[in-house]
């Protein structure tokens, strides 16, 4: 059991908190736990998360809801910017834009979103994201843009 403290981790730098919850020592965030997903890299600028879908996932078509693809670009590209937030800095999306060039489906093996730092500055970030199959065959792509708050 950590002893990490909220306040200990207010001190830290983003990529130090991440790597908290990578190893599972603080705030893990519930929607990894809701949809199922964690880290497996994590450097400044650049995190990867890795999904395996399954059946509670499913859109009435029979495959993956695009809303599971976006929510998992979305973590990537935002934990992305995250990593290399000062102590006392936070973040917000702001804007979001998701291509989706396959579908995912239940039993196909892990999937994995690399979010990747574009530009960071003192007031918004950019970066952009891919999800590849378990192939390795592009399932998405996106960018976002984050307000550094």
Same mark, same amino acid.
């Given at each position: =059991?950590?002893? $990490?403290?909220?306040?200990?981790?207010?001190?830290?730098?983003?990529?130090?908190?991440?790597?908290? $919850?990578r190893?599972?020592?603080? =705030? !893990? %965030?519930?929607? +990894?736990?809701?949809?199922?997903?964690?880290? !497996?890299q994590?450097?400044?600028?650049?995190?990867?998360?890795?999904?395996? %879908?399954?059946?509670?996932?499913?859109? %009435? =078509?029979?495959? $993956?809801?695009?809303? !599971?693809?976006?929510?998992?670009?979305?973590?990537?590209?935002?934990?992305?910017?995250?990593?290399?937030?000062? /102590?006392?800095?936070?973040?917000?999306?702001?804007?979001?834009?998701?291509?989706?060039?396959?579908?995912?489906? /239940? +039993?196909?093996g /892990?999937?994995?979103?690399?979010?990747?730092? @574009?530009?960071?500055?003192?007031?918004?970030?950019?970066?952009?994201?891919?999800?590849?199959? /378990?192939?390795?065959?592009? @399932?998405a792509?996106?960018?976002?843009?984050?307000? @550094?708050?």
């Amino acid at each position: =059991m950590s002893t $990490v403290t909220l306040d200990d981790v207010l001190r830290m730098r983003g990529i130090e908190q991440l790597e908290l $919850v990578r190893r599972g020592e603080f =705030m !893990v %965030p519930t929607i +990894g736990d809701l949809l199922g997903f964690g880290i !497996v890299q994590l450097a400044e600028g650049e995190v990867t998360f890795e999904l395996s %879908p399954d059946e509670r996932m499913l859109n %009435p =078509m029979g495959t $993956v809801h695009g809303g !599971v693809t976006a929510t998992l670009l979305d973590s990537a590209m935002a934990c992305a910017v995250h990593s290399t937030l000062d /102590p006392g800095q936070s973040y917000t999306t702001a804007q979001l834009n998701v291509h989706y060039l396959r579908t995912m489906t /239940p +039993g196909m093996g /892990p999937g994995q979103a690399t979010g990747t730092v @574009i530009h960071r500055g003192r007031k918004q970030a950019t970066a952009e994201g891919k999800l590849v199959g /378990p192939d390795g065959k592009l @399932i998405a792509h996106a960018t976002t843009t984050c307000l @550094i708050l």
